[in-house]
């Protein structure tokens, strides 16, 4: 019998992307998502799956080296000076394996990204925090059509809709992973979250830390009235289309 050939492997991640914002689960009244969704449709879609960590590093550290943030003890985005030789990449396990590995985008990983030994990607390239969107897909592309004789492992990592932080800071005529136009009247606005409002018995101590976060440059959204809240909803929106 001849033996099996392993599958290749592409992985596409986009940052601080929240379940229920494709219109193959919302519908697509007010997001259309139409490459997402042929991915949803023509394979598995995960509706008890849970993110390890609310920070991009902890939570990304997590995911490709398998274990919890209390584990690794990377709690924070300025933990990244931690020894992870305890805790292999998922690039290296997949590069014993046999495999052609490649990552392209939005690194924020703990293994230094110009040390392949430490992370285990052969093509490793594009490497932005902010402003790797707009390169990605084509060098996605260029390591798929590299000639090879074993099976690959791409990662495709894309910024957006991270970039939601930059429009809350009023940054929103300089978005480095695509512009997005002026939003459009109340009336065609995406509605409230119905969890958006603090809970009625918020415990006092969650009540302060909320309010001095919102107070800082860093997450200046304490003001916000309905339709503040609202653009910003469908200006993180665009940004999942703009993936």
């Not at 392949?116 to 707009?134: E, I, M, P, V, W």
């Not at 990662?155 to 809350?168: F, G, K, L, M, R």
């Amino acid at each position: 019998m001849k033996k099996q050939q392993p599958p290749n492997i592409v992985l596409i991640m986009t940052d601080q992307q929240s379940a229920g914002t494709t219109s193959h689960e919302t519908g697509g009244k007010f997001i259309r998502t139409p490459a997402m969704d042929r991915i949803a449709e023509s394979g598995l879609s995960f509706n008890q799956a849970y993110c390890p960590h609310p920070l991009c590093g902890p939570s990304r550290t997590a995911m490709f080296c398998g274990y919890y943030p209390h584990q690794t003890r990377i709690t924070s985005n300025g933990d990244f000076k931690r020894d992870m030789k305890n805790f292999p990449c998922m690039g290296t396990l997949l590069r014993d394996a046999g495999y052609d590995t490649g990552y392209v985008g939005k690194w924020h990983l703990p293994y230094p990204v110009k040390d392949t030994s430490a992370h285990g990607f052969r093509y490793c390239t594009n490497n932005l925090s902010n402003g790797a969107d707009l390169l990605n897909s084509t060098k996605a592309k260029e390591f798929l059509q590299e000639t090879r004789d074993r099976p690959f492992f791409l990662v495709a990592s894309y910024n957006n809709p991270h970039n939601i932080c930059e429009w809350a800071r009023g940054k929103r005529g300089a978005l480095p992973d695509g512009f997005l136009s002026d939003p459009p009247p109340l009336d065609q606005l995406p509605p409230m979250k119905p969890n958006s409002a603090p809970q009625e018995d918020e415990p006092e101590a969650v009540t302060l830390l909320r309010k001095s976060y919102q107070a800082s440059p860093t997450f200046p959204v304490g003001d916000f009235d309905e339709q503040a809240w609202r653009e910003y909803i469908w200006a993180y929106y665009r940004m999942i289309e703009h993936v």
